[in-house]
T-cell receptor, first 106, second 114 residues
Framework: GEDVEQSLFLSVREGDSSVINCTYT??????LYWYKQEPGAGLQLLTY?????DMKQDQRLTVLLNKKDKHLSLRIADTQTGDSAIYFC??????FGAGTRLTVKP | EPEVTQTPSHQVTQMGQEVILRCVPI?????FYWYRQILGQKVEFLVS????????KSEIFDDQFSVERPDGSNFTLKIRSTKLEDSAMYFC????????????FGPGTRLTVT
């Protein structure tokens, strides 16, 4: 069936950029989303991108979409310790990746 | 800012018992969802609900599960005859519109089946 794949772990130093990658199989995805989940909490929508866009920037967040390769990435500039969380990508088919656990070291 | 709420935050039940998880979606939203997240695993879609009926369900959502919108505000997930493997976080979400509208998630209910 349709699937969304992510790498499971990413560790960066405070102040560095983080890049979280995601691949998906459903080419009909109209929107693709990034969610953040902090420990013990629900999923918080971070940002989304429409499928006819290549890039979307929102403050420290940059989303890149390569529709041909069905590859989505989330770049967090100047990563802070408060960015430590699990990040999920999702297509509009309500399918989520397994989540990437971002650890930010001081 | 409006938010999705869920009760209880933690439910402990014995195997074989029935549980009802409750959600209050954002008031002007039309689409409602339940998801499950087993500890340390991915968020799994269970069911979507629109116009007082199920619009889509996953293979996880078998006869053991049912959903209901008993009044204008609540959206419930009933799990009959719970099994140990039903232990998970259950998230409710709602969405205003289907195309392009973002889902807003509740904080989740942690279900522990003993």
């Amino acid at each position: 069936g349709e699937d969304v794949e992510q790498s499971l772990f990413l560790s960066v130093r405070e102040g560095d950029s983080s890049v979280i990658n995601c691949t998906y199989t459903d080419s009909s995805s109209t929107y693709l989303y990034w969610y953040k989940q902090e420990p013990g909490a629900g999923l918080q929508l971070l940002t989304y991108i429409f499928s006819n866009m290549d890039m979307k920037q929102d403050q420290r967040l940059t989303v890149l979409l390569n529709k041909k390769d069905k590859h989505l990435s989330l770049r967090i500039a100047d990563t802070q310790t408060g960015d430590s969380a699990i990040y999920f990508c999702s297509n509009n088919d309500m399918r989520f990746g397994a989540g990437t656990r971002l650890t930010v070291k001081p | 800012e409006p938010e999705v709420t869920q009760t209880p935050s933690h439910q402990v039940t014995q195997m074989g018992q029935e549980v009802i998880l409750r959600c209050v979606p954002i008031s002007n939203h039309l689409y409602f969802y339940w998801y499950r997240q087993i500890l340390g695993q991915k968020v799994e879609f269970l069911v979507s609900f629109y116009n007082n009926e199920i619009s889509e369900k996953s293979e996880i959502f078998d006869d053991q599960f049912s959903v209901e919108r008993p009044d204008g505000s609540n959206f419930t997930l009933k799990i009959r005859s719970t099994k140990l493997e039903d232990s998970a976080m259950y998230f409710c979400a709602s969405r205003a519109i289907l195309a392009g509208g973002s889902q807003y998630f509740g904080p989740g209910t942690r279900l522990t089946v003993t």
